[in-house]
Every structure is written in structure tokens, then in C-alpha cells.
């Protein structure tokens, strides 16, 4: 058992496993390209970081002429108005008509590599086949195929053999995989003025949670100006709700962010049936699903006068008038009850009475998470 930054990971492949995997890729190259007669050697592209160990052990087990190039995939949020901008760094081959085979640590969604593609394709090569140590095949949804693979593995997060953890763990000689937990996934549901904020924060901190807002997950994808901010940017210019679809496409990605995680609260999500569905379909792709819906529930009027308050204070437009008040505790009831029936149905929707001292409901949140736990 080894720890690296805040999380355990367990044994999970040996040397002599890795070994095996490695050989496996090797025999298939090698059958495809030794007895070639090409001008022109293949060319390795290994993908940086992760992908260095396996490389290496992997070139030791081919005999036939080759070239190998070690370039790093970096996708930053652009600050032009073209969004994201993705290169390959390190790279200055000319590769028209050659033979590509890039070589990667792991492949997971699939994403990185359905960004690099289309730039080696750009560069007029005359193939490309892609090797990976490691595939999570119930998490792949791409539409390339991926030619040589060493081992298949369900969707764990490992570490080691060149694969890091936040940046730990790449010299492992060996492979680990995070310790099974049974993750913990919240919707969070407060009406404006509930303490919602503070109390989301708590529960990240003793849960380990990460704590996804759609209202951040917005607010972020504009500012970036990525292609699904510049997407939903268009609807809330035009006085429109952002489209499910857009707003699930942008979580989802969140999700997929973090697999280290051990759970998340979604926090302003879902808010309606689609919504829901949409969550549980996701999650189950990594094989999860919500474990509980947590409401916090305060009656009307205290929600009033603690908001009243809060505007005297802040000088918060929205919290100064007791009509617009009022009506956002109403839109907050009609889309609560939507969720809560859903989740209900399950057996998993729990009210916690949200009145008294912040501690005493943080510690009402922990009673019902800790009851469920166990
Ligand atoms: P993809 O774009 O989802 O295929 O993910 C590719 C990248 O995510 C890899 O190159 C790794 O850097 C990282 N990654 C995905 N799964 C794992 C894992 O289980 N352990 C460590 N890194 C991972
Ligand atoms: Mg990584």
C-alpha cells in the first residue's frame, strides 16, 4: 500500500504482468512493420509525460529500424476569441508520408488522443496506428481504433509505470490502483439563504468530495471561452435556458476531470427529470451513481428575513426586495420537488431541517451521510 498526496493505492499489475503487456505490444508492431521496405523508417511518437517507461521498455523489444520522437500535448484555453488551442510541443519532424505510430501510457476517454490526430493528419502523413499500454475500454467512446494494446483494464484509476496521481507516482516500478472506496455522490438542494455554500464546503473537507456548481462550471466555460462556454453563451445572450444537453456535456467533462475524486456534490444539478436521468447515465459510465439528495429546508419566512439581512449587508440587489425574494424561493420549490421525487422514488432523497447554528446543521449533514455510509 503506498500513499501518494491525500489518497492510498493498492498493489494492482506486477513487473512480470507489465512485462508480458509489453511484449504483446512488441510482437504486434514488430509483425506489422519488420518486414517493411519502406525508404522511410516508421515513426514513434511517444506522448510525454506518462508514456516515457513504457516507451522505453517497449523500444528495447523492437529490432527493426525506427525513429522515435518524444512530444508533449498541451491544450490550453486560448485567450482569442478561437478557444482552444492545442500543439504538440517538441515536435519539428517533417512527417509527410511517414509512417506514424504514436505511443501512449494509458487511454481513457479518448480525448487527448482525438485532439492529437487531427493535427498529424494536417501534416499529410501516410498512416498512423496508435499503441497503449493500458486501455479502459468501458470508458472509450471514440470513433479511431486503437491497433495494439497491452493490457485492458475496467475504469480504475491507477498509478505507477510512468502514470502519476497529480504528478506522484510516475517512477513506480509497479502499477497501483486507488483504493476501492464507494463513492460518494451528493445533490446538494438549499433554497437561496439556506447556508448552502458553507455547508458544501464542510462536506467537502471531511468526504474528500470536489464540489461541482453548475453556476462555477459556467461561469468558468465563458470566461475560457471554450466551445461549450461559447455555446451556452449564446443562449443566456439571448434571454434563453441553456439547453440540457450543453449544460450535461459541460459537467460530464468536469466529471471526467477528477477521477480522483471521491465523489462530488453537484450543486445546482440537476433540475429537472432529463437532467437526472442524464446524471445517473454518466455516472454509471464510471461506474457510480448518486447516493443521496440532500435538501436543506428552511421555511419561508426566516429565508426572508435572513436574506433581507444579508442585502443590508451586501448590498445585494437581488436580496434587498422581498417580492424578488419571494419569487426565487418559489422557483427554487417548484424545481425541489421535481428532483426530490425522483430521487425519493429511489429511497434516496433526505430533508435536514436547516435551521439553527451552521455547526449543528453541518453536523445534521454528517448524521445522514454516516447513517447512509454504514
Ligand atoms: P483520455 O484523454 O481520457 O484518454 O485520458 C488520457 C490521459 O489522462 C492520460 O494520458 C493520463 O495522463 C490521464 N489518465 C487517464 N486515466 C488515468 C489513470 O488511471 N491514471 C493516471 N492517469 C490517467
Ligand atoms: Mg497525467
Known amino acids: 500500500m503506498i500513499k501518494l498526496h491525500n489518497k492510498t493505492f493498492v498493489p494492482y499489475i506486477n513487473s512480470l ?35 516515457f517507461m513504457f516507451t522505453s521498455d517497449l523500444m528495447k523489444e523492437l529490432s527493426f529500424n525506427l525513429e522515435i520522437s518524444f512530444v508533449k500535448f498541451s491544450s ?20 509527410k508520408n511517414r509512417d506514424i505510430v504514436i505511443v501512449e501510457d494509458i487511454i481513457d476517454t479518448g480525448n487527448t488522443l482525438e485532439k492529437v490526430l487531427p493535427i498529424l493528419n494536417d501534416l499529410n502523413v501516410k498512416s498512423i496506428k496508435i499503441a497503449t499500454l493500458l486501455l479502459k475500454p468501458t470508458v472509450f467512446n471514440k470513433k479511431y481504433s486503437i491497433n495494439y494494446v497491452g493490457l485492458e483494464i475496467p475504469n480504475t484509476f491507477v498509478v505507477g509505470y510512468g502514470l502519476d496521481y497529480d504528478e506522484l507516482g510516475r517512477n513506480l516500478k509497479e502499477i497501483y490502483k486507488l483504493k476501492d472506496t464507494v463513492m460518494l455522490n451528493i445533490v446538494l438542494f438549499g433554497p437561496p439563504g439556506a447556508g448552502k455554500g458553507t455547508q458544501a464546503a464542510r462536506l467537502v473537507d471531511r468526504y474528500n468530495l470536489y464540489h461541482l456548481s453548475t453556476g462555477d462550471v459556467f461561469r468558468y466555460n465563458i470566461k475560457n471561452e471554450t466551445e461549450l462556454g461559447k455555446l451556452a453563451k449564446g443562449y443566456i445572450d439571448n434571454g434563453q435556458l441553456v439547453p440540457d444537453e450543453v449544460t450535461i456535456k459541460m459537467l460530464e467533462s468536469e466529471v471526467e476531470k477528477h477521477p480522483e ?31 443521496l439528495m440532500l435538501a436543506l429546508d428552511v421555511n419561508e419566512d426566516e429565508l426572508v428575513n435572513r436574506l433581507l439581512l444579508r442585502g443590508k449587508d451586501s448590498g445585494r440587489a437581488d436580496d434587498a ?37 451552521i455547526d449543528d446543521i453541518t453536523q445534521r449533514l454528517f448524521d445522514a451521510i454516516d447513517t447512509f455510509k454504514s
Open 261 to 291: 475524486a471521491e465523489g462530488f456534490i453537484f450543486d445546482g444539478f440537476p433540475r429537472t427529470e432529463v437532467q437526472a436521468d442524464a446524471l445517473e447515465s454518466f455516472l454509471s459510465k464510471r461506474n457510480t451513481s448518486v447516493k
Open 76 to 95: 490550453y484555453e486560448g485567450t482569442s476569441s478561437t478557444g482552444n488551442i492545442n500543439q504538440l510541443i517538441g515536435f519539428n519532424h517533417d512527417i
Open 17 to 51: 504482468e507489465i512485462k508480458k503487456a509489453v511484449k504483446k505490444v512488441a510482437q504486434e508492431i514488430s509483425t506489422d512493420f519488420q518486414n517493411r521496405t519502406d525508404k522511410q523508417p516508421p515513426l514513434f511518437i511517444a506522448i510525454l509525460n506518462g508514456s
Open 321 to 357: 426586495n422581498e417580492e424578488v425574494i419571494r419569487n426565487r424561493i418559489k422557483v427554487y420549490n417548484d424545481q425541489t420537488a421535481v428532483v426530490a421525487d425522483y430521487y425519493n422514488k429511489q429511497n434516496k432523497f433526505i430533508k435536514i431541517d436547516g435551521v439553527g447554528s
